[in-house]
């Protein structure tokens, strides 16, 4: 599964397109993000990716999860969406 890791700072159609991408040569994808900023910016990308997949028949499905990573040696709490075509 490719990862795709957002921050507050990501342009969420950049996002979009390579999620897009990804959902398109593969079955599934997961977005990670830390703190509220990133989470926003991930929420949008998956909107806009809808959009951009929806005119080839494709609907998405969104499982939101916690999830604990490493970031510089510290452990983190990141939302992950799993993305999935249906």
Do not use: C, H, W
Request: glycine residues 6%; charged residues 20%; aromatic residues 4%.
């Amino acid at each position: 599964m490719e990862i795709l890791k957002v921050s507050a700072q990501s342009q969420p159609k950049a996002v979009a397109g390579a999620l897009a991408a990804v959902l398109r040569e593969r079955a599934s994808a997961e977005i990670q993000a830390v703190g509220a900023g990133a989470v926003n910016q991930a929420v949008k990308a998956i909107a806009i990716t809808r959009g951009y997949v929806a005119p080839n028949g494709i609907d998405l499905v969104v499982v939101p999860a916690f999830s604990e990573i490493e970031i510089e040696g510290e452990e983190r709490t990141a939302i992950k969406f799993i993305v999935q075509p249906r």
